[in-house]
């Protein structure tokens, strides 16, 4: 049986540009929203030779990942405050991309460690799993290799125990779909990233 909870409300693109615009008020971090979304939508057109991708969702969801942001930047709990606040609003696939975004999943128990309800949120479908990918791709606003991506997150929170320790499982996930798609398609999605903002 599937953990998630389906979306009892459709959340518009007009809709999650207003509330990231509402929640962000302005501060820098809307702008690694919009750069998640623009690339991840450039990316999953690429994809929809191979996988029933839907863009739709994937803009919309990456738009809000980091919505959680207006309350915190903690690394893990930025996820459980977008997850509150998206779930509240009845946006809860959204929300699901808030949680499952942070270290690539969160099993039932740690979900339950964070505040979250007591349910596995692991990315599983190809939209869950391309959005936390294309999150660690871009740094602020601008792309980024994966390896200088995961070396940035450990230098910036060294004395966060927590994260540290499950960061290294992140990266192998984050590695392995990177892998399979390049393979996959033929592509370094690395230097796609690097040729869509170049041309932005």
Known sequence: MDDKVKSSKLCSD???HFLLNKYGNGAPWIQHCYAVSSLATYLSKIFTSR???NIKFIRRAS???DIGRFNTHDPIMHGVEGYKLLSGLGYTD???ICASHILYGLNSSEAEQYGLPGNNFIPTSFEERLIPLVDFLVEHDRPVLLRER?????RRNKNNNEFLSRLARAEQKAEALMNQLNSQFNISIEALSFSFFSKK
């Open 63 to 65: 738009l809000l990942h």
């Open 51 to 53: 996988y029933p991708v």
């Open 150 to 154: 995961f070396k940035n997150l450990r």
């Open 94 to 96: 959204e929300a699901f």
């Open 14 to 16: 007009e809709a999650a």
